[in-house]
């Protein structure tokens, strides 16, 4: 079955500072790695994503995530991070093989604190 | 705009009560998905279409719950004799037509089910 895990419900950063939220992964086939941030009152939106390639991917607002086969985990950084950062991030998953459905993770509150 | 959008925001319906919600996607997208998300968890997925086909429901979707996407454009989300328990935001998405293709959200419907 697939799965994802973010085990840390809630990281606090100081603004400046590099930023690493964690996500892990299980799925039979090859995955497809994505991450959202979901603002308050506002919808989820696209961060990134991982197919096939390079393993660090770049995305919007200056964030990137490494995906690590061996490890199934596909972190999301930011070399310094924002007070605007702050908000609710999710790690999603897509076995290859697979209808399309994600599978979320349950999500991890960012604060970063000026 | 030429986002997701989904209609109403906001739902208050008594116990017993059946709703529907619409869903219109980017107009290029073909593929159409719902999802729920309850208060600190991640999305979970209920059902999706290719164009009007319902290709897979999640054994989240209970018998009250029935979907449909009519000519393979706009969708909607009936749950009938609603339950306390169906409280939740549910969350409208599309994306093109391959696995690779992230998937675009809407904002949301809030059903409270007093």
């Known amino acids: 079955a697939q799965s994802v895990a973010q085990p840390e419900d809630q990281v606090n950063v100081a603004e400046g500072n590099p930023l690493t939220v964690k996500c892990t992964y299980s799925v039979s086939g090859n995955p497809y790695l994505f991450w959202y941030v979901q603002y308050p009152n506002r919808g989820l939106q696209f961060l990134l994503k991982?197919?096939?390639?390079?393993?660090l991917v770049k995305g919007s607002y200056g964030f990137e995530a490494e995906f690590n086969k061996s490890q199934t985990s596909f972190h999301l950084k930011k070399p310094s991070a924002l007070v605007s950062d702050s908000a609710l991030y999710f790690c999603?998953?897509?076995?290859?093989?697979?209808?399309?459905?994600?599978?979320f993770g349950k999500g991890t509150k960012l604060s970063v604190k000026p | 705009d030429t986002g997701v959008s989904q209609n109403p925001r906001h739902k208050i319906t008594k116990r017993g009560q059946n709703v529907t919600f619409r869903c219109d996607p980017i107009?290029?997208?073909?593929?159409l998905y719902w999802y729920r998300q309850t208060l600190g968890q991640g999305p979970e997925f209920l059902t999706y279409f290719q164009n009007e086909a319902q290709l897979e429901k999640s054994r989240l979707l209970s018998d009250r719950f029935s979907a449909e996407r009519p000519k393979g454009s706009f969708s909607t989300l009936e749950i009938q004799r609603t339950e306390q328990g169906d409280s939740a935001m549910y969350l409208c998405?599309?994306?093109?037509?391959?696995?690779?293709?992230?998937?675009?959200f809407g904002p949301g419907t809030r059903l409270t089910v007093t």
């Open positions: 991982y197919i096939t390639g390079d393993n």
């Open positions: 998405a599309s994306s093109m037509d391959s696995n690779h293709y992230e998937q675009y």
């Open positions: 107009s290029e997208h073909n593929r």
């Open positions: 999603a998953v897509r076995d290859g093989g697979s209808q399309g459905n994600l599978i």
